[in-house]
Protein backbone atom coordinates (compact mmCIF):
# COMPACT_ATOMS: atom_id res chain seq x y z
CA UNK A 1 0.00 0.00 0.00
CA UNK A 2 1.34 3.51 -1.10
CA UNK A 3 2.38 5.52 2.12
CA UNK A 4 4.01 9.02 3.04
CA UNK A 5 5.24 9.43 6.30
CA UNK A 6 6.16 12.66 7.70
CA UNK A 7 8.28 13.49 10.57
CA UNK A 8 8.48 14.68 13.62
CA UNK A 9 4.64 14.52 14.51
CA UNK A 10 5.01 17.94 16.23
CA UNK A 11 7.36 20.49 17.72
CA UNK A 12 7.86 23.37 19.10
CA UNK A 13 10.49 25.50 18.98
CA UNK A 14 11.52 29.40 19.80
CA UNK A 15 11.69 32.32 17.43
CA UNK A 16 14.69 32.11 15.43
CA UNK A 17 15.18 28.46 15.71
CA UNK A 18 15.89 26.61 12.45
CA UNK A 19 13.52 23.31 11.75
CA UNK A 20 13.97 20.14 9.22
CA UNK A 21 10.50 18.32 8.47
CA UNK A 22 11.00 15.15 7.25
CA UNK A 23 9.16 12.98 4.56
CA UNK A 24 9.70 9.71 3.38
CA UNK A 25 7.40 7.58 0.79
CA UNK A 26 6.84 4.26 -0.48
CA UNK A 27 4.70 4.73 -3.98
CA UNK A 28 4.40 2.86 -6.70
CA UNK A 29 4.28 5.65 -9.33
CA UNK A 30 6.02 8.45 -7.88
CA UNK A 31 5.48 11.46 -10.20
CA UNK A 32 6.71 14.54 -8.05
CA UNK A 33 6.86 15.49 -4.33
CA UNK A 34 4.42 18.59 -2.82
CA UNK A 35 4.74 20.37 0.22
CA UNK A 36 1.91 22.57 1.90
CA UNK A 37 1.21 24.53 4.53
CA UNK A 38 -2.12 24.37 6.17
CA UNK A 39 -3.09 27.10 8.68
CA UNK A 40 -6.32 27.28 9.19
CA UNK A 41 -8.61 25.26 6.11
CA UNK A 42 -6.80 25.71 2.76
CA UNK A 43 -3.40 24.12 2.51
CA UNK A 44 -0.85 26.77 0.61
CA UNK A 45 1.12 25.60 -2.15
CA UNK A 46 5.39 25.70 -0.66
CA UNK A 47 7.37 23.69 -3.46
CA UNK A 48 7.03 21.22 -6.30
CA UNK A 49 9.92 18.74 -6.62
CA UNK A 50 10.24 16.35 -8.98
CA UNK A 51 14.07 15.84 -9.42
CA UNK A 52 16.83 14.48 -7.32
CA UNK A 53 19.69 16.67 -5.76
CA UNK A 54 17.85 20.32 -7.01
CA UNK A 55 17.19 22.34 -3.79
CA UNK A 56 13.98 24.67 -4.14
CA UNK A 57 14.22 27.72 -2.33
CA UNK A 58 11.68 30.44 -1.36
CA UNK A 59 12.59 33.19 1.41
CA UNK A 60 13.61 31.26 4.43
CA UNK A 61 12.02 27.56 3.41
CA UNK A 62 13.75 25.37 1.25
CA UNK A 63 13.06 22.00 -0.23
CA UNK A 64 15.11 18.88 -1.53
CA UNK A 65 13.61 15.45 -2.64
CA UNK A 66 16.30 12.08 -2.91
CA UNK A 67 14.60 9.83 -5.21
CA UNK A 68 17.20 6.75 -4.30
CA UNK A 69 16.81 7.14 -0.88
CA UNK A 70 13.01 8.04 -1.06
CA UNK A 71 12.84 10.72 0.99
CA UNK A 72 12.18 15.00 1.11
CA UNK A 73 13.15 17.72 3.84
CA UNK A 74 11.75 20.84 4.17
CA UNK A 75 13.89 23.47 5.87
CA UNK A 76 13.09 26.95 7.85
CA UNK A 77 15.30 28.85 8.85
CA UNK A 78 15.25 32.15 11.15
CA UNK A 79 11.30 30.50 12.04
CA UNK A 80 8.42 32.85 12.88
CA UNK A 81 5.52 32.90 14.67
CA UNK A 82 3.82 32.82 11.48
CA UNK A 83 5.36 30.13 10.42
CA UNK A 84 3.16 27.84 13.05
CA UNK A 85 1.16 25.70 10.94
CA UNK A 86 0.43 21.98 9.87
CA UNK A 87 3.17 21.38 6.93
CA UNK A 88 1.92 18.07 4.90
CA UNK A 89 3.68 16.45 2.33
CA UNK A 90 2.38 14.90 -0.45
CA UNK A 91 3.24 12.54 -3.74
CA UNK A 92 1.68 13.02 -6.92
CA UNK A 93 1.04 9.26 -8.70
CA UNK A 94 0.33 8.62 -11.84
CA UNK A 95 -3.55 9.00 -12.35
CA UNK A 96 -3.25 12.53 -10.83
CA UNK A 97 -3.97 10.66 -7.11
CA UNK A 98 -1.99 12.81 -4.02
CA UNK A 99 -1.23 10.96 -1.26
CA UNK A 100 -0.43 12.91 1.65
CA UNK A 101 1.44 11.95 4.98
CA UNK A 102 -0.42 12.98 8.43
CA UNK A 103 1.43 16.29 8.68
CA UNK A 104 4.09 17.65 10.91
CA UNK A 105 2.62 20.72 13.54
CA UNK A 106 4.99 23.21 14.04
CA UNK A 107 4.79 25.84 16.78
CA UNK A 108 7.11 28.94 17.19
CA UNK A 109 7.19 30.78 20.19
CA UNK A 110 7.96 34.05 20.42
CA UNK B 1 -6.78 35.82 -10.15
CA UNK B 2 -9.38 34.12 -8.31
CA UNK B 3 -8.62 31.34 -6.15
CA UNK B 4 -10.80 28.11 -5.98
CA UNK B 5 -13.81 28.75 -4.23
CA UNK B 6 -15.99 25.59 -2.06
CA UNK B 7 -19.58 26.50 -0.72
CA UNK B 8 -21.22 26.15 1.57
CA UNK B 9 -18.25 27.08 4.31
CA UNK B 10 -20.14 24.32 6.97
CA UNK B 11 -22.88 21.93 6.57
CA UNK B 12 -24.85 20.39 9.22
CA UNK B 13 -27.00 17.42 8.57
CA UNK B 14 -28.45 14.59 9.97
CA UNK B 15 -27.65 10.48 9.54
CA UNK B 16 -29.18 8.96 6.23
CA UNK B 17 -29.49 12.73 4.44
CA UNK B 18 -27.99 13.43 1.64
CA UNK B 19 -25.24 16.59 1.07
CA UNK B 20 -24.05 18.19 -1.98
CA UNK B 21 -21.30 20.30 -1.54
CA UNK B 22 -19.65 22.49 -4.23
CA UNK B 23 -16.40 24.02 -6.14
CA UNK B 24 -15.37 26.63 -8.83
CA UNK B 25 -11.77 25.61 -9.70
CA UNK B 26 -9.47 28.70 -10.81
CA UNK B 27 -10.26 29.75 -14.18
CA UNK B 28 -8.82 28.20 -17.43
CA UNK B 29 -8.05 24.67 -14.88
CA UNK B 30 -10.18 21.97 -16.42
CA UNK B 31 -9.41 19.45 -13.83
CA UNK B 32 -10.87 19.36 -10.16
CA UNK B 33 -9.76 16.85 -7.21
CA UNK B 34 -11.91 16.11 -4.33
CA UNK B 35 -10.25 15.15 -0.81
CA UNK B 36 -11.48 14.21 2.96
CA UNK B 37 -9.64 15.57 5.44
CA UNK B 38 -11.25 13.74 9.32
CA UNK B 39 -10.37 14.71 12.20
CA UNK B 40 -7.06 13.18 13.12
CA UNK B 41 -6.40 11.70 9.73
CA UNK B 42 -4.48 13.20 6.77
CA UNK B 43 -6.10 14.01 3.41
CA UNK B 44 -7.84 11.28 1.56
CA UNK B 45 -8.48 11.65 -2.23
CA UNK B 46 -11.99 11.34 -2.98
CA UNK B 47 -12.38 11.67 -6.78
CA UNK B 48 -10.81 13.36 -9.61
CA UNK B 49 -12.84 14.96 -12.79
CA UNK B 50 -11.65 16.36 -15.44
CA UNK B 51 -13.37 17.76 -18.47
CA UNK B 52 -16.98 16.54 -17.30
CA UNK B 53 -15.65 12.60 -16.80
CA UNK B 54 -14.54 10.84 -13.88
CA UNK B 55 -10.89 9.89 -14.37
CA UNK B 56 -9.83 8.35 -11.17
CA UNK B 57 -11.68 7.50 -7.41
CA UNK B 58 -9.80 6.86 -4.09
CA UNK B 59 -10.94 3.71 -2.06
CA UNK B 60 -14.12 5.33 -1.15
CA UNK B 61 -18.20 3.77 -1.25
CA UNK B 62 -20.15 4.52 -4.17
CA UNK B 63 -22.26 6.84 -1.93
CA UNK B 64 -19.44 9.18 -2.48
CA UNK B 65 -20.23 10.33 -6.04
CA UNK B 66 -19.90 13.67 -8.09
CA UNK B 67 -20.36 15.62 -11.22
CA UNK B 68 -18.46 18.22 -13.15
CA UNK B 69 -20.33 20.91 -14.99
CA UNK B 70 -19.27 22.41 -18.62
CA UNK B 71 -18.10 25.07 -16.91
CA UNK B 72 -15.88 22.79 -15.04
CA UNK B 73 -17.27 23.68 -11.47
CA UNK B 74 -18.07 20.06 -9.28
CA UNK B 75 -20.32 18.95 -6.99
CA UNK B 76 -19.58 15.95 -4.48
CA UNK B 77 -22.69 14.33 -3.60
CA UNK B 78 -22.99 12.27 -0.36
CA UNK B 79 -25.81 9.92 0.12
CA UNK B 80 -26.89 7.95 2.85
CA UNK B 81 -24.76 10.06 5.61
CA UNK B 82 -22.57 8.63 8.56
CA UNK B 83 -21.05 9.71 11.10
CA UNK B 84 -17.80 9.03 10.38
CA UNK B 85 -18.72 11.35 7.27
CA UNK B 86 -17.84 14.61 9.27
CA UNK B 87 -15.02 15.70 8.03
CA UNK B 88 -13.34 18.93 6.22
CA UNK B 89 -13.81 18.56 2.61
CA UNK B 90 -11.03 20.08 0.31
CA UNK B 91 -11.53 20.85 -3.51
CA UNK B 92 -8.68 21.52 -5.86
CA UNK B 93 -7.54 22.19 -9.10
CA UNK B 94 -4.85 22.12 -11.53
CA UNK B 95 -3.28 22.99 -14.93
CA UNK B 96 -1.86 20.51 -16.92
CA UNK B 97 1.20 20.41 -13.85
CA UNK B 98 1.30 19.34 -10.27
CA UNK B 99 0.85 22.62 -8.61
CA UNK B 100 -2.40 22.06 -7.06
CA UNK B 101 -4.43 25.07 -5.51
CA UNK B 102 -7.11 24.15 -2.80
CA UNK B 103 -9.92 25.93 -1.45
CA UNK B 104 -10.56 26.84 1.81
CA UNK B 105 -13.00 23.63 2.48
CA UNK B 106 -16.43 22.48 3.22
CA UNK B 107 -16.54 21.02 7.05
CA UNK B 108 -19.30 18.73 7.21
CA UNK B 109 -21.24 17.88 10.32
CA UNK B 110 -23.33 14.75 10.45
CA UNK B 111 -24.99 14.34 13.74
Known amino acids: EDKVVQSPLSLVVHEGDTVTLNCSYE??????LLWYKQEKKAPTFLFML????IEKKSGRLSSILDKKELFSILNITATQTGDSAVYLC??????????FGAGTILRVKS | EAGVTQSPTHLIKTRGQQATLRCSPI?????VYWYQQALGLGLQFLLW???????NRGNFPPRFSGRQFPNYSSELNVNALELEDSALYLC??????????FGSGTRLTVV
Open chain 1, 50 to 53: TSSG
Open chain 1, 90 to 99: AVVEYGNKLV
Open chain 2, 49 to 55: YDEGEER
Open chain 1, 27 to 32: VTNFRS
Open chain 2, 92 to 101: ASSPWTDRYT
Open chain 2, 27 to 31: SGHTS
